[in-house]
């Protein structure tokens, strides 16, 4: 009896150590308990299951509902072509019935990297067969052609058609490659009334000249933010700044900040993502820094011009990104640091990747540098389309040879759109 | 004798009085349907045309200040008479009124918005032969039962023939004002209409 409670107690023991054991994996490295590989997309928050899982044993409602959380207001801007709204009239019942398309999990199911392809997708290719099975008569041009090239480059998007839609290919298809007047949005500036001198640092730790010249020069000083504006918002001083700081001001940067690739762990986590965890390649000697404002703008004086390239180029270790000096767009940019080119002439990472936006007469920085890759015609119509035509655009964006060297040659690749739009206008003549 | 006595009064209790009381179809039930939608189609065309005429052909045609436009987010331009009607439509499927309607032709610009179910596909052919009487039919779509009622759709403004005739995806370029160009469907989903034996169509 005794050999017997013995056994009991040991077995409670190792239960309980077993327990703790996993409970805290379950916090600490809850990628552990997945049932398989996050989407790139995705992958950053597989440090907080309840990101998408919510509550626990919700089912499909509770994952529907973290989807529409996050990507509802996206899909909204980009005029979904096909909201769940447009599945719910009870007429449309038997194409629900082939494919339940008011779902979100219906096509972007997670977990599943044996059949992930495309954006998330986790559907074969030819979807579009369930509801569109008889384009062909419509549309002779599409006669023949498999329902799997649906999506491809320069054709359709089930979300977003902006840059795709008939009409648009129409109205753009003469384009010249290179357009004759460039098109560029000038860099949004705020000057104060008074703007602040290194005599009018309010500092407590101003022993360093470089940080108050460098300060004293950048659009900080010129907008009237002084020192404590930052480092002692509250009323006492820290000299290291947090990001929320960042954000008192420039609300729209940090917001698209979070939404892009290189905050978005922040809003599952205490901090952004590690750069040794990014699934693109890196440079070794950046393995151990955290995206954040002071990273890629230097800490006083906010180069706007290091940030749109330099900073980039000091983490990402890609084909494309290692190519962009030597390419057109990297010589125009350093023709115009140079002084050689006029002012806004020049083509750094951030003119396509971090695009400057107009509304309502304000121009800010886009800072979710994803927001123009889903889909990358997105890219075209939004920032390719101030320099150049839509075409040569599209063309450009659907070589992946060409993505790769940064765009040094002519596109080897002819999207055949505008062929069957000319056309379909030939044959309505 | 008893239990006899309480078969009979359980036989009166449980089915003589409910279909006294109108538990089952009536008369009452059945007009209900037809007057809701009729009700709700009077609003939607009358909504609708005073957005054709009022907004569209006067700003557009009249005063020339604006443009509509299929394209209407990029050209800056007004919504079309039917974008009107189909975000409308788009917006009530998002809420909870029970109540759903969509616009259907026989020739319509995007193939998805022709006839689909069977009594769509019988009730636009049954409008096009008597275009002043509506159709109303039962239909059972995934399992939910509908009481559905088809109205003309009549090309009450300048703006809507010319759009139609001239759109390259049209399977007609000879529309005419105050022709029959489609139906509005109204469908209300019976279960929250007095159930399947509620109706009874005249």
């Known amino acids: 009896m005794p050999n017997t409670r013995i056994l009991w107690l040991i077995w409670l023991g190792l239960a309980l150590a077993a327990t703790a054991v996993l409970s805290t994996a379950l916090t600490s490295s809850p990628a552990m308990f997945q049932s398989g590989e996050l989407t790139d997309g995705h992958h950053q928050f597989g440090v907080s299951c309840s990101a998408c899982h919510t509550e626990?044993?919700?089912?499909?409602?509770?994952?529907?509902?973290?989807?529409?959380?996050?990507?509802?207001?996206?899909?909204?801007?980009?005029?979904?072509?096909?909201?769940?709204?447009?599945?719910?009239?009870?007429?449309?019942?038997?194409?629900?019935?082939?494919?339940?398309?008011?779902?979100?999990?219906?096509?972007?199911?997670?977990?599943?990297?044996?059949?992930?392809?495309?954006?998330?997708?986790?559907?074969?290719?030819?979807?579009?067969?369930?509801?569109?099975?008889?384009?062909?008569?419509?549309?002779?041009?599409?006669?023949?052609?498999?329902?799997?090239?649906?999506?491809?480059?320069?054709?359709?998007?089930f979300h977003d058609n902006r840059a795709?839609?008939?009409?648009?290919?129409?109205?753009?298809?003469?384009?010249?490659?290179?357009?004759?007047?460039?098109?560029?949005?000038?860099?949004?500036?705020?000057?104060?009334?008074?703007?602040?001198?290194?005599?009018?640092a309010d500092g407590e730790s101003l022993d360093d000249s470089r940080v108050l010249d460098e300060w004293a020069l950048s659009a900080h000083a010129r907008g009237d933010v002084n020192c404590r504006d930052c480092h002692a918002p509250a009323g006492e001083w820290t000299d290291r700044v947090e990001k929320n700081v960042c954000a008192e001001c420039h609300e729209q940067e940090m917001d698209g900040f979070i939404k892009g690739r290189h905050g978005m762990r922040a809003a599952v986590a205490d901090h952004t993502l590690l750069v040794a965890d990014a699934r693109l390649p890196m440079k070794s000697e950046a393995v151990g820094r955290r995206p954040g404002c002071n990273q890629c703008h230097s800490d006083h004086d906010y180069d706007t011009r290091r940030a749109a390239a330099t900073s980039c180029l000091e983490c990402h270790d890609d084909e494309h990104s290692r190519n962009w000096r030597d390419s057109p767009h990297g010589q125009l940019w350093q023709s115009e640091l140079d002084g050689r080119a006029p002012k806004g002439s020049?083509?750094?990472?951030?003119?396509?990747?971090?695009?400057?936006?107009?509304?309502?007469?304000?121009?800010?920085?886009?800072?979710?540098?994803?927001?123009?890759?889903?889909?990358?015609?997105?890219?075209?119509?939004?920032?390719?389309?101030?320099?150049?035509?839509?075409?040569?655009s599209l063309d450009s964006l659907a070589d992946d040879e060409l993505l790769k060297n940064n765009f040094q040659g002519p596109p080897g690749v002819r999207v055949e759109s505008f062929d069957w739009v000319r056309e379909r206008l030939d044959r309505s003549d | 004798m008893g239990g006899i006595m309480r078969t009979l009064v359980f036989f009166l209790l449980a089915v003589i009085l409910p279909v006294g009381c109108g538990g089952g179809s009536s008369n009452d039930a059945g007009v209900k349907h037809?007057?809701?939608?009729?009700?709700?189609?009077?609003?939607?065309?009358?909504?609708?045309?005073?957005?054709?005429?009022?907004?569209?052909?006067?700003?557009?045609?009249?005063?020339?200040?604006?443009?509509?436009?299929?394209?209407?987010?990029?050209?800056?331009?007004?919504?079309?008479?039917?974008?009107?009607?189909?975000y409308g439509a788009e917006r009530v499927s998002e809420s909870d009124a029970a109540v759903s309607y969509a616009l259907i032709s026989p020739w319509p610009i995007n193939s998805q918005n022709n006839a689909r179910t069977d009594v769509e596909k019988v009730g636009i052919k049954a409008l096009a032969e008597n275009p002043d009487?509506?159709?109303?039919?039962?239909?059972?779509?995934?399992?939910?039962?509908?009481?559905?009622?088809?109205?003309?759709?009549?090309?009450?403004?300048?703006?809507?023939?010319?759009?139609?005739?001239?759109?390259?995806?049209?399977?007609?370029?000879?529309?005419?004002?105050?022709?029959?160009?489609?139906?509005?469907?109204?469908?209300?989903?019976?279960?929250?209409?007095?159930?399947?034996?509620?109706?009874?169509?005249?």
């Open chain 1, 56 to 157: 626990p044993f919700g089912g499909g409602p509770v994952i529907e509902k973290a989807c529409r959380d996050c990507h509802q207001a996206d899909l909204a801007h980009a005029d979904d072509s096909h909201p769940d709204r447009k599945f719910t009239d009870p007429r449309n019942a038997s194409l629900l019935e082939r494919i339940d398309a008011r779902k979100c999990v219906t096509c972007h199911t997670e977990h599943r990297p044996d059949r992930t392809h495309g954006a998330g997708v986790t559907i074969p290719k030819n979807f579009c067969i369930e509801c569109h099975s008889d384009v062909g008569s419509e549309r002779p041009s599409h006669q023949g052609a498999s329902f799997k090239t649906c999506a491809g480059s320069g054709c359709h998007n």
């Open chain 1, 346 to 392: 020049g083509v750094a990472c951030a003119t396509c990747h971090m695009p400057r936006q107009e509304h309502r007469g304000t121009v800010t920085v886009e800072h979710n540098q994803n927001a123009f890759l889903r889909p990358v015609e997105t890219m075209g119509r939004e920032v390719c389309m101030q320099c150049h035509g839509l075409p040569f």
């Open chain 2, 133 to 202: 009487t509506p159709y109303y039919a039962t239909e059972t779509l995934a399992g939910q039962h509908y009481f559905t009622a088809l109205y003309p759709d009549r090309a009450v403004s300048q703006a809507c023939i010319q759009c139609h005739n001239d759109h390259r995806d049209s399977p007609r370029d000879d529309f005419e004002l105050d022709e029959v160009m489609g139906a509005i469907v109204i469908r209300l989903p019976l279960e929250k209409w007095g159930g399947r034996r509620s109706v009874r169509l005249e």
């Open chain 2, 34 to 86: 037809q007057q809701i939608t009729d009700a709700l189609f009077s609003v939607m065309e009358a909504d609708r045309q005073v957005y054709a005429d009022l907004i569209v052909h006067r700003l557009e045609n009249e005063e020339g200040v604006i443009k509509t436009s299929e394209h209407w987010r990029d050209d800056k331009a007004l919504i079309l008479p039917a974008e009107m009607f189909r």
């Open chain 1, 164 to 200: 795709l839609y008939e009409a648009f290919l129409e109205r753009h298809m003469d384009q010249p490659p290179l357009l004759d007047s460039p098109f560029r949005l000038p860099r949004g500036d705020y000057h104060a009334e008074a703007p602040l001198t290194a005599s009018d």
